[in-house]
């Protein structure tokens, strides 16, 4: 596939670097703009890359700084590339001793995605990346990064972006990064605004605060208030909905399905391009092993197994063993679970340690610690000795970290990351096994015609790394209104 179509010269074309499986590259295709390239060094990826897109996905060390000599070998011009797009992993400065050792470390690949930028000059970029990116290095990190961009003649705006609040059945916080050249003269907002409310229990950094830092208006009944004219919000999209056609128990070890139905939700149309799509592919999930069923079975709908975190969320040790162990066993879980995340009382007196001997004997009313004893030596427990005092704490067989989380069907999921499809993971709502790959491709919005390559533990790394599509669309949608605004001759598909 050659690098450029001379049969559409003028459509507004885009680089995706660090593109993995092209969530981003989806996006801005269907709002019309032409991906010429994607660039990254995962090979599996790039096979799913050029599977999916028009583009051409080539494999390509990031890490390096590109001469215009070298890519013009390649068949890109300076004046060919109107925007770069991508999500280069970051790392933050280099510490020593709590000191940086440089305000511009350049070995992060965030530079590198600068450098390119720099050498074609787009008309704009879009920089996504984890939310914590605007606290490294107590935010020098980040104000650095700006004004590399500044000084290259583009004008900045960044945002904390919720993905459900556009249409995705997940929650995903994201930083992303908008420049546009200030030669174009664009002004406004740079970032789309919400589509869809999100519900309470998912909302995170972006929904609970404005940019001001003020709590938002309640999104209870729907509206963005304080607007003229006020602007409807449509319902977050369910876990669901996004599963729609998929058969809960998979038989086909190929991951091949089929529908039978039309769907009329808005998201199932966007993922089947309108119904046009009938069959898709990856629907294959890992089983839960045969020693955690017991845990899995007891699990409900929308609760996590931990056992140092209390709430409507979590199903703690003592809700699950009841019939394997005593209660007073079961009451030692509970009062460490409570108790060995207090700094005031654990000996470590960190954000999580061991809990006294005598503080357990004596609010437990225990006469000894032989359930103690045969906690700790079946591993449910672990004892240690500080300063001349014993403690325990929980161990990760009694729910120390989280673990099982069953999605619930009415709400959306919790963030899709590399590891989600362990079937310690994240589980199915209904079935007892881990999500399959086309479910998390789903929960990330990725269209059911993108087939993805290589090993099951290739694609899930492409699923949890990328960007949600549906997201990407509404960016691009917005960046194509605010160009159009100053060049209204530009042209998209």
Known sequence: MGIIDTNMKNIMKILDLFCGAGGLSIGFERSGFQVINGFDNFEAALKTFNNSHSGYGRKYDLSNTPTMEELEKIGLKIDEVDGIVGGPPCQGFSDAKGKRTELDDRNDLVFRFIDWVVLLKPKFFVMENVVG????????????VEREFTKEGYTIQRQILHSAQYGVPQKRERMIMIGFLKDLGIHGKYHPEPTHWVPEDMRGVSVSKGESGKPTPSLNDFFVTGRKPERKLKKYVTVETAFSGLPEIIRDESGHVQFNNNF???????????????????????????????????????????????????????????????????????????????????????????????????????????????????????????????????RTKAGLRPRFFRLDRKSISHTILTVDFDAREKIHPCQNRGLSLREGARLQSFPDNVIFQGSFKEIARQIGNAVPPR????????????????TPDLQFH
């Open 133 to 144: 990116i605007e606290t490294l290095n107590d935010g020098k990190f980040i104000n650095v």
């Open 264 to 394: 009329d939700s808005e998201f199932m149309k966007w993922i089947t391009y309108d119904n046009s799509i009938k069959s898709t592919e990856n629907h294959i999930a890992n089983k839960v092993m045969k020693k955690y069923l017991k845990i899995v079975n007891k699990i409900p709908e929308g609760k996590i197994f931990r056992s140092n975190r209390f709430g409507d969320r979590y199903i703690g040790a003592w809700d699950i063993f009841t019939d394997e162990l005593s209660q007073n066993q079961l009451d030692i879980l509970q009062f460490l679970g409570r108790n060995q995340t207090k700094k005031t009382i654990n000996l470590e007196g960190k954000s999580e340690g061991h809990v006294p001997l005598a503080l357990i004997l004596e609010e437990l009313h225990l006469e000894s610690d032989k359930d103690l004893k045969f906690l700790a030596n079946d591993a449910w427990i672990s004892k240690k000795e500080v300063n001349g005092i014993v403690g325990y704490k929980l």
């Open 471 to 486: 997201m990407a669309f509404h960016i691009a949608e917005r960046i194509k209104k605010l160009l159009l605004k100053t």
